[in-house]
Every structure is written in structure tokens, then in C-alpha cells.
């Protein structure tokens, strides 16, 4: 599954991955912090988007992060 971490307050995307584990991605990114290139990020929500691909539903995984 598609996950991608966004910056909540910018709505800038940070980083995409594709994942077989997204429980423990999810688990690991709601921990003390989640660390970047560009900084370190605190969980603040996440969702879990529905969207169409060449006539194939699909989902994708958008963790929020906030800049710390």
C-alpha cells in the first residue's frame, strides 16, 4: 500500500513509500517522532484515501505530521 507523510500544517508531502507492513509504519510513526532529511515531525492524525487508478480503486495511507 501507498503510504505518504504530509506536513500538516504546509500540506507539504515529505516522503512516499510503498509498504506490506502498514500497521507497524503506522505504529511507528504515532512513537515520540519520526525523523526526516528535512526535520523532526510529531504524529498528529492520519487517513486512510480511497482513489481510482486506471478504473481500479485503490488506498493509500496519508500520515499528518507536525514539525518539531
Sequence with gaps: MNVVFVESLTGTELIQMV???????????????????????????????FYEDNGEIRQELVIYVAKI
Design 19 to 49: 509498504s506490506h507492513d502498514v500497521a507497524g509504519v503506522l505504529a511507528a510513526a504515532q512513537g515520540e517522532s519520526v525523523t526526516f532529511p528535512m526535520g523532526h515531525f510529531k504524529y498528529e492524525f492520519h487517513n486512510l484515501d
